[in-house]
């Protein structure tokens, strides 16, 4: 296509397949329970899952922890404000 002045514009677009040499695979994991023992359990259960899914699909893993929080849970209401229990 020409432009203005004899300018010449071009654009493509174009795929290529590769194999990936890396993914990063973020998880959150949340667990409501009486106790923070409890919810810190529950969720070393869901994480020991996770573990064992990744292995048996035969995914090498670097697992690194990189933010750990124990708070109270938080509710909110029709009005959307929020109550600390």
């Given at each position: 296509?020409?432009?203005?002045?004899?300018?010449?514009?071009?654009s493509g677009y174009r795929e290529e397949p590769v194999e990936p040499d890396e993914c990063k695979v973020i998880v959150t994991i949340t667990s409501e329970r009486?106790?923070?023992?409890?919810?810190?359990?529950a969720s070393a259960e869901t994480f020991d899952a996770i573990m064992n899914a990744l292995s048996a699909a035969n995914i090498g893993s670097e697992?690194?922890?990189?933010?750990?929080?124990?708070?109270?849970?938080?509710?909110?209401?029709?009005?959307k404000?929020?109550?600390?229990i």
């Open positions: 296509m020409t432009g203005v002045n004899g300018t010449l514009f071009v009486a106790t923070a023992r409890q919810a810190q359990n697992i690194a922890t990189i933010f750990l929080n124990v708070e109270k849970p938080r509710y909110y209401d029709s009005t404000k929020m109550h600390i």
